[in-house]
């Protein structure tokens, strides 16, 4: 089959564009993918990990088309696809994984060890992680069908919950994983730094585990006001003083159980000095606000090679830490990509059950694809809004 292809192209720091792209074939380059579908997007969102390389963070070369959170229809399958057929509705893990290696067999779906052969883990569109095709686009390929793809139960019901189901792809279980890895369960006490999507995905999940008190930290008030909108407390982090007099006046103490990084490697300093960037004040901060045997996970983004870089260790991904208090505090760190695949099942059950509303969380903002290089822009403003492009305004009908 041949036909028209869109898809949303990096052109160079700063700049995307919505361009022709060739019809998706069951391959990637000279490999067969007989395991594979070609999918027809029905949702694909924009991601905080895009805007790194959009802003020219990475090494992303131009004419990446971008991409990696994906839902769609299945148009056609490979010959070795057994259980999933054309006309099925199906969430796209943004992690590619072949279900056959060690990684994948213990769920570690975020470090499969066959589909990237330059590192662990692979995604779609993404800088260095395997070379696969962006889903910000009509039509994509996505590879081991069988092994990868979470089918709806019933597409009718699943449009109807569309805009709550496409976080399923990425941002609602990595904000899960990252209270998961936390430690977050009933009565805990959490911080969540950043209030982007992943951290409001991260409030919710928190929420949605039996979190006591749920306080979120941000510099953009729009953002902060998000978080607020469905029970958490807030921090603003323009604002100066100290951070534990600022969690005892909310919590009568001193330190939180659980702590979140939704920022990554971009982060700035607090106080007066916020506008200047420093990317290892997030994980400081963790070590200095987490109580004694604390966990602290971090879906946030750190890279090993950062070339807007503030100074020559970072530009490699060397950061300075203050290691040894976590050492003192007995602290566990968690990293690392979320495994999709461990939770969009159960998170998938809680939306159709109607135990959360993810969307209403992060402020779903549907857009159509020539709307993208727009959304891109709005993002990086600080917008506090989740955009969710319809390629095909299969939704908008």
């Avoid at 564009?17 to 380059?29: N, R």
């Avoid at 999918?39 to 990446?64: F, Y």
């Avoid at 805009?163 to 609602?172: A, E, G, P, V, Y």
Wanted: aromatic share 6%; proline share 5%.
């Amino acid at each position: 089959m041949s036909q028209a292809n869109r898809g949303v192209v990096y052109q160079g720091p700063g700049k995307v564009e919505v361009k022709p792209i060739p019809y998706p074939e069951l391959a990637l380059g000279d490999r067969k993918c007989d395991h594979g579908v070609i999918l027809k997007v029905v949702t694909t969102n924009i991601c905080g990990s895009d805007q790194h390389m959009v802003r020219g963070r990475t090494t992303a070369p131009a004419g990446l088309v971008l991409g990696h959170e994906i839902t769609g229809l299945v148009v056609e399958c490979g010959r070795d696809v057994e259980f999933i057929l054309p006309g099925d509705l199906v969430s796209v893990p943004f992690n590619i994984a072949c279900g056959r290696c060690r990684n994948c067999k213990e769920g570690q779906t975020g470090i499969c060890l066959n589909v990237n052969p330059a590192r662990p883990g692979a995604a779609y569109g993404y800088v260095d992680m395997g070379g696969w095709g962006g889903g910000q686009t009509e039509y994509v390929m996505v590879p081991y069908a069988d092994f990868n793809l979470l089918k709806f139960p019933d597409s009718d019901q699943a449009m109807e919950k569309i805009r709550d189901l496409t976080l399923l792809s990425d941002i609602f279980p990595t904000g899960f994983h990252g209270c998961v890895t936390a430690g977050v369960g009933p009565g805990s006490t959490v911080y969540i730094a950043g209030a982007g999507p992943v951290g409001l995905a991260a409030a919710a999940s928190a929420q949605l585990l039996g979190a006591a008190c749920v306080i979120v930290g941000d510099m953009i008030e729009e953002r902060l006001a998000q978080a607020r909108s469905f029970g958490c407390e807030t921090i603003d982090l323009t604002q100066e003083g100290e951070m534990a007099d600022r969690l005892e006046a909310i919590l009568g103490e001193r330190e939180v159980d659980c702590f979140v990084d939704c920022v990554g490697f971009e982060a700035h300093a607090c106080g007066c000095n916020h506008g200047q960037e420093a990317p290892a004040t997030v994980l400081n901060s963790a070590m200095q606000m987490t109580r004694a045997g604390g966990q602290i996970g971090i879906p946030g983004l750190y890279v090993t090679e950062d070339p807007g870089a503030v100074d020559e260790a970072a530009k490699q991904g060397a950061l300075s830490m203050r290691f040894g208090l976590g050492w003192a505090k007995s602290h566990s760190f968690h990293t690392g990509q979320c495994p999709v695949m461990k939770y969009h099942r159960p998170l998938m059950q809680a939306i159709l059950f109607d135990k959360i509303r993810i969307a209403d969380a992060v402020n779903v903002q549907m857009i159509s694809l020539d709307q993208a290089p727009q959304g891109y822009a709005d993002f990086d403003g600080g917008a506090a809004k989740k955009f969710v492009i319809d390629p095909h305004g299969s939704v908008a009908a």
